[in-house]
């Protein structure tokens, strides 16, 4: 409260005062008894005038009656003012006194930070909101005076004494700079001195805005860390060696010189050298000339390279031996060859030729066609009766497909065979042909699979015949009968054909409905199972994971060392994958089960949109990504948990696969209903990936998202979620450029203003409201309990916890309590629910004490009821700052004077 300075007049001989109020009451006292004292002599001087002048004694009489009688008034008011002047004096001495114990205190909290800096082994400084010097420690002096740098406390400036220290850096290290965002913002600089010492400074800004500064000497660090690294690449080295030596190829580098750079012995045996003979630096043309790989040499003269500066060919030397010779270029300059001895391969592959030579003579001698299909469905052999048959040569058959030799009409009748050879059947089976002079050919088809080693099918052999002559016989023969017995066995072969059809059908309907019947019972059976599995994963699987996040945001709240920091992020990083992880394959689950169904209502965007702006902003602006938002104020029909969700898993996704840029979230409306757009400048999609997006355990180009550890269903949910509410979602995507996901909105009816709730104003999200406030909370889990007073001890809030209703029921045990808020677990011990826990509390603490209940069940029957009791909910497992910011808004609502 500000008070206001009395208007005392320009002269007034006392100082001006200060907003104390007992100071303000002392000098208006002083005022107003000098006011009197003047009056009172004025008065004194003109009754003593009036008499000496005047002849009107009586007169003169009668006022100086009625001037003693003010005087006396006014002398009576004057003591009481004077008594009040000595409260006051009082009063003012015992400030007095006050003041000058703080200031004894101030004197020796700044001796003891005087003596805590000069404790510590780093230089430190410390700079007001003007970057001039206040304070500086005796190390830091000493460095300082040591390469007569001159600094004066009060006016030397942070940039003039980095300034006057730049000469004594080493400016050929390149200065390694970092800035650490949480808990604090804190500047770290590494670089090196030209004496070489290495020094790392800190910066870090205090809550009044000045700047501390530590310089701490790491040169045995740095020391340290380049012995690790030279003994890294010695090992390194050292494992590249052995592993050249036990390479059965003979490798070579040769630099872009032509100088022999890196050998193994296989090389130097192939060269038939002496270790001697060979040394690093020799040139590769000399070193080759007389030995057996001179014509290696030759063939690496030769321009033979694909456009990866590839190539490979055999090379047979004098002795006999065949190697393989293979060569890269190496994109710094030179090359890398490798030679492998492949001399047995070559004498396998030279009989397996002469086989072939054998085979074929014998099958060219065969009247029968025959042929090798390979998996492609190419032919690889054929003989000689397979190419007068259809007027081809070899050269026209070998390596084309079966529907460029056969036709389109053969091949589609051939197909149904040519297929179950593939799948590993022996097939046999007759096809008549009609030849080019319009002659019809019958011939006898065998297919016979080809099995490799493994067992798998990599072709087929085909056998043909020509079986006309025999066949027409057989069908004169056949027909000649079927004409006898025809008349005779005509009306009974029908009727048994009817009755054999008949009872057929009826077998096969009395099949079906039991394999109906046991069908809908497995069908009954997996549905409750799976509801079962969800059941248990929704609650005993995020109920780890909950207390587990707990500990660690509570250990993150702590202050601890950098390297203890990194690993505190590390893990609560991978918590948060391996939560988002569960919680989708829980969504998918129950989506596909059909156990989510949406709550339609009328609803303004407005409140849900400035929610999700409010929680997303902050990731996107800690990537360094603009966040941009344009809210609306139309009503909407649907279901404001389910939207929340399937924008939420868009937003993440822009974050997530948007490296620099801006993220929009925005509304345009439409005729058909308000569309919700989430755009990025991320990589994009391509043309082609577009149709797949949506689809679970898929997302696009994988590889160059390794750190990226999820399963790909966030947009699948998104696409079952608006299935469910019956929204249509649509993407466009430019790839390298930036995606656009929309989802149209059915307008609602508008509420009028008495009738809308009142919106939740989320005053503060820290620790304003949350200090010295008294919280009960009722969980059946004692990890999670804990985890919740550790974490919310940490935020200056006052942790009761209690696992069983026995406890809660226990006689004047709430009593004996304050609490603020109650935070209940819906699933507690024994079938008992939270609503059970509140039911005994609430008649104890009113029924107006604010409720958080906290559930993994993710029901609409749960939401409706949470939401029909008016507490706020969240859902399993907990993040810290959604219950910090439910926390903060509860808070602030029960502090808030009701209208």
């Not at 008499?51 to 003591?79: I, M, P």
């Not at 400036?157 to 050929?172: C, E, G, K, M, R």
């Not at 696009?700 to 269903?713: A, C, E, N, S, T």
């Amino acid at each position: 409260m500000t008070h206001s300075t009395p208007p005392y007049p320009a002269h007034s001989p006392y100082p001006a005062v200060d907003s104390n109020g007992q100071s303000d009451e002392l000098e208006q006292l002083r005022y107003e008894n000098d006011k009197l004292k003047k009056i009172n002599a004025v008065l004194m001087r003109r009754v003593e005038m009036g008499w000496g002048n005047h002849s009107h004694a009586y007169q003169s009489f009668e006022d100086a009656a009625l001037l003693a009688d003010k005087v006396k008034e006014r002398t009576y008011k004057l003591q009481q003012t004077l008594h009040r002047l000595e409260e006051s004096n009082l009063q003012l001495e015992h400030a007095r006194h006050e003041a000058e114990k703080n200031r004894l205190t101030a004197d020796q909290d700044r001796q003891r930070l005087t003596d805590a800096i000069e404790s510590i082994s780093e230089s430190f400084v410390l700079f007001d909101a003007k970057r001039k010097m206040v304070l500086v420690n005796n190390r830091c002096r000493e460095f300082w005076n040591r390469f007569n740098i001159p600094f004066q406390l009060g006016v030397t400036t942070f940039q003039q004494i980095t300034a006057a220290s730049l000469p004594l850096v080493d400016h050929s290290c390149k200065v390694q700079k970092k800035v650490s965002a949480y808990p604090s913002s804190i500047t770290q600089t590494i670089f090196k001195l030209k004496d070489g010492t290495w020094i790392q400074m800190s910066e870090r800004r205090t809550a009044e805005d000045g700047l501390v500064v530590v310089y701490t000497d790491i040169t045995n660090i740095k020391q340290t860390e380049e012995l690790r690294y030279q003994t890294a690449m010695a090992e390194q080295a050292q494992l590249l060696k052995s592993t050249l030596e036990n390479m059965t190829e003979a490798v070579a580098l040769i630099n872009e010189n032509n100088e022999l750079q890196t050998w193994n012995q296989q090389f130097v045996e192939f060269a038939e050298l002496g270790n001697t003979d060979i040394h690093r630096g020799i040139k590769y043309d000399a070193l080759l000339a007389d030995t057996p790989l001179r014509a290696v040499f030759e063939m690496s003269q030769l321009d033979q390279r694909d456009d990866d500066g590839y190539c490979e060919s055999e090379i047979t030397l004098d002795n006999g031996i065949v190697l393989l010779y293979k060569s890269h270029l190496i994109p710094s300059g030179g090359m890398l060859n490798t030679l492998t001895d492949i001399t047995d391969r070559s004498h396998h592959q030279r009989a397996l030729q002469e086989s072939e030579q054998r085979i074929r003579l014998i099958t060219d001698a065969m009247p029968a066609l025959i042929s090798y299909v390979n998996k492609d469905m190419c032919y690889e052999f054929v003989n000689r009766e397979f190419e007068k048959w259809f007027h081809r040569s070899r050269s026209e058959i070998i390596s084309h497909h079966l529907q460029q030799v056969l036709g389109q009409e053969e091949f589609n009748n051939l197909y149904i065979y040519i297929e179950r050879a593939m799948l590993g059947q022996s097939v046999n089976f007759e096809v008549e042909h009609t030849l080019e002079n319009g002659s019809q050919r019958i011939s006898n088809k065998t297919f016979i699979p080809h099995f490799d080693q493994e067992q798998n099918i990599v072709g087929f052999f085909a056998l043909e015949q020509d079986v006309t002559e025999q066949r027409r016989t057989a069908k004169a023969l056949k027909h000649a009968y079927d004409y006898m017995e025809q008349r005779v066995n005509q009306r009974t072969k029908k009727i048994s054909e009817i009755n054999a059809q008949l009872r057929k059908e009826i077998e096969d309907r009395q099949l079906a409905q039991i394999s109906l019947l046991e069908a809908k019972r497995e069908a009954d059976r997996a549905n409750e199972s799976k509801s079962k599995f969800l059941a248990a994963t929704s609650h005993d699987l995020l109920q780890p994971m909950n207390s587990a996040r707990l500990f660690v945001s509570a250990l993150a709240e702590q202050s601890l060392k950098p390297e203890a920091q990194k690993l505190t992020q590390s893990l609560s990083y991978s918590l948060e994958n391996l939560e988002s992880l569960i919680t989708a394959l829980v969504d998918i689950s129950k989506l596909e089960a059909g156990l989510i169904e949406p709550v339609m209502d009328d609803f303004p965007a407005e409140e849900l949109l400035g929610n999700l702006e409010n929680e997303f902003r902050p990731q996107a602006e800690s990537k360094g990504l603009h966040f941009r938002f344009k809210n609306t104020s139309r009503t909407i029909h649907t279901d404001g948990y389910l939207l929340a969700r399937i924008l939420r898993n868009l937003l993440s996704n822009a974050i997530r696969y948007t490296n620099e840029g801006a993220i929009l979230l925005g509304t345009r409306r439409r005729p058909e209903g308000l569309e919700i757009q989430v755009c990025d400048t991320g990589i994009g999609i391509p043309a082609n990936k577009l149709s797949e997006i949506f689809q679970e355990f898929n997302r696009v180009d994988p590889k160059q998202r390794r750190h990226d550890q999820g399963l790909g269903l966030g947009l699948a949910i998104v696409d079952k979620l608006s299935t469910v509410m019956k929204h249509r979602i649509h993407v466009d995507s430019i790839e390298g450029k930036g995606s656009r996901f929309s989802v149209i909105i059915p307008y609602g009816k508008s509420r009028l203003s008495s009738d809308m709730p009142a919106p939740r104003i989320i005053e503060d999200r820290f620790n304003s409201h949350l200090e010295g406030a008294n919280l009960l909370i009722i969980d059946n889990d004692e990890a999670i309990c804990q985890g919740m007073e550790t974490l919310l001890g940490s935020w200056g809030i006052n942790v009761t916890s209690v696992q069983t209703l026995e406890a809660l029921a226990k006689p004047g045990w709430l009593e004996s309590i304050d609490v603020d808020v109650v935070v209940a677990d819906y699933h507690l011990d024994n079938n008992d629910t939270g609503f059970d826990a509140l039911a005994m509390v609430k008649p104890v603490l009113g029924d107006d004490i604010p409720v958080i209940m906290i559930t993994a069940n993710y029901t609409n029957a749960l939401r409706q009821e949470v939401r029909a009791q008016g507490y706020s909910l969240l859902n399993k497992p907990v993040k810290p700052h959604k219950m910090k910011l439910a926390l903060s808004n509860l808070m602030s609502q029960r502090e808030r004077p009701s209208d």
